[in-house]
């Protein structure tokens, strides 16, 4: 998220996409870094994750979305690669990490913001077809999160390509004097939206 929507912030924890044939070799990297399983401390459903910790730190290694929609495969790890603190690693896709974040939309959490910043962050890069032949018949998600996103910050959203609203059937957003800042804090009043971060910290 960070690469992605270019907000700094601190996680709770550390993904690691791998395959489904992978994901034994990786539970086994991770408890052999003296990690234990997080079962024991809060159950958790373990056909698409397995959880790890120590003390506060959490790593979680995913295989499959949480609704079972889809499993990882090696396209999803053949993502840009970032660099912190001299270590370089891959990410996942954009593609894939917007995919999932539109499916969780719990009683207690949201990825909806995520998915608003990478659209703000990198949205008119996404290789939008492969997005599209991911989501299947699930565009309407999509059709969604972009009504979302064209009423936060109209001009952003005229960015993404213009094939791509008519397909899902919306249209263009009148920018007029809309604060993308005023709309993001009718939504939480906390900062989240990358855009407006500065500002919302200055308040």
Not at 50 to 63: A, N, P
Not at 113 to 138: K, Q, S, V, Y
């Amino acid at each position: 998220m960070m690469a992605y929507a270019g907000q700094v912030r601190d996680s709770k924890d550390i993904d690691l996409y791998v395959t489904p044939e992978n994901r034994e070799a990786m539970i086994a990297v991770v408890l052999q870094a003296g990690l234990v399983d997080y079962y024991d401390r809060a159950p958790y459903d373990r056909n698409w994750i397995f959880r790890s910790c120590r003390e506060d730190l959490i790593i979680d290694v995913m295989w499959a979305m949480a609704n079972q929609r889809a499993q990882v495969d090696q396209s999803w790890l053949d993502g840009p690669s970032t660099t912190v603190d001299e270590l370089t690693f891959p990410l996942v896709r954009p593609e894939e990490t917007l995919w999932t974040k539109l499916y969780v939309m719990q009683r207690d959490r949201c990825d909806w913001p995520d998915a608003l910043n990478i659209l703000n962050g990198i949205g008119p890069e996404l290789d939008w077809a492969r997005l599209l032949e991911r989501l299947g018949d699930d565009m309407p998600l999509l059709a969604g999160l972009l009504q979302v996103f064209r009423w936060i910050y109209p001009p952003r959203y005229n960015q993404l390509p213009q094939a791509i609203r008519t397909r899902l059937g919306l249209p263009e957003a009148v920018s007029g004097q809309i604060n993308p800042a005023d709309r993001a804090r009718l939504l939480d009043t906390r900062p989240w939206f990358t855009e407006t971060l500065e500002e919302d910290r200055r308040l």
